[in-house]
């Protein structure tokens, strides 16, 4: 084998800053990113720009796009090894989402059925950029040519979008851009709702008892467990008739590295008191050591804005190389 070193391949994710993030956020994707970073050349994304899609309060968006960085920073991003950046400090990803936008189809964007969804949902701001959102997205992986994305389900409709626009222009104009991959996780675990286990766990639920937040007391992640939805059953065990109790099962497998067998063995003939306890115990566990580093960083402005400018000046460095080209290839007149 050649000595050369190869280059690692790149991976971009992508987050919104709309809320803190919950359990459901940490074991389906921010806790997966700290562990990539070994492998893989990646840029992180706090995506501010796609928030704007639905109606926010600018104060909070601003404080929330803060925390959300430094939970990142908190949950292991390294920003000596990875590109830690806010989507709007990077202006080629909106000057590149313009000419993909005039690339992708009114068709293609009307088939999105996460556009269908918010839309239903905000039927009172049906906004040009929540459906043009994924030429956005699109933009903020092609501009760096990432070769895999890490996306939950939500999002692979949008991926699979951005792999149609992509090779659309490549075939158009001339090879440009990386047809990126999906990056499916090895414990793709989703964690639902604890009080709805049909749905997925989600921040804007309007019930705080069915989400965790990573922000979230060791009471409260107690008080939430304890009155997490099960059956009437008693027994430990995952089935598709036991959504509740398999959700707990996934969390604390997750979480302890534990297979559902070793979970059953371990509570056989115990109820689910003890086992809520110690589902809670492992979320307290895991969280502990995150929060008293992001209440470190969020304290420490000057270091959290240094890493985030650093981030934007060498993430900018690299989607201006692409947005260059692009505009060349599509005619825009350079000087
Ligand atoms: N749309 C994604 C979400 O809401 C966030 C995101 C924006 C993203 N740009 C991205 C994810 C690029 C992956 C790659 O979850």
């Keep these: 084998m050649s000595e050369?070193?190869?280059?690692?391949?790149?991976?971009?994710?992508?987050?919104?800053p709309t809320g803190t993030f919950t359990l459901g956020n940490y074991v389906g994707a921010v806790r997966n990113w700290g562990a990539l970073q070994q492998e893989y050349e990646c840029l992180y994304m706090v995506a501010d720009l796609h928030a704007l899609t639905v109606r926010q309060e600018a104060a909070a968006l601003r404080r929330q796009t803060r925390e959300a960085a430094a939970m990142l920073l908190a949950a292991g991003i390294d920003p000596g090894r990875s590109i830690l950046f806010v989507q709007s400090h990077v202006p080629a990803h909106a000057q590149l989402a313009w000419v993909l936008s005039c690339n992708t189809q009114f068709g293609e964007l009307s088939r999105m059925t996460q556009f269908k969804d918010k839309s239903a949902k905000h039927a009172d701001n049906v906004n040009a950029g929540l459906?043009?959102?994924?030429a956005l997205m699109a933009a903020d992986i092609l501009v760096y040519n990432a070769d895999l994305v890490p996306v939950g389900v939500d999002q692979k409709q949008h991926l699979e979008l951005t792999r149609n626009v992509a090779q659309r222009f490549n075939n158009l104009y001339s090879p440009t851009f990386t047809v990126p991959e999906p990056y499916i996780g090895k414990t793709g675990a989703k964690i639902m709702s604890l009080q709805?286990?049909?749905?997925?766990?989600?921040?804007?639920?309007?019930?705080?008892?069915?989400?965790?937040?990573?922000?979230?007391?060791a009471d409260t992640i107690l008080r939430k467990c304890k009155r997490a939805v099960t059956d009437s059953e008693g027994v430990v065990r995952a089935a598709d008739d036991k959504p509740g109790v398999t959700n707990l099962m996934s969390i604390y497998g997750v979480l302890t590295?534990?297979?559902?067998?070793?979970?059953?063995?371990?509570?056989?003939?115990?109820?689910?008191?003890?086992?809520k306890e110690a589902v809670a115990a492992s979320i307290i566990d895991a969280f502990a050591p995150i929060q008293a580093e992001y209440a470190r960083i969020l304290a420490d402005k000057a270091y959290l804005d240094g890493v985030l400018s650093q981030g934007a000046a060498r993430a900018a460095g690299l989607a201006q190389r692409t947005l260059t080209k692009v505009y060349k290839k599509v005619g825009l007149l350079q000087l």
């Design 4 to 16: 050369t070193p190869l280059r690692k391949p790149r991976i971009l994710s992508g987050i919104q």
């Design 131 to 134: 459906f043009t959102y994924p």
């Design 196 to 217: 709805e286990p049909e749905k997925k766990m989600s921040k804007s639920d309007t019930n705080a008892n069915s989400f965790i937040l990573m922000t979230d007391d």
């Design 257 to 275: 590295g534990k297979s559902f067998g070793a979970i059953e063995a371990e509570f056989a003939g115990q109820g689910y008191g003890a086992f």
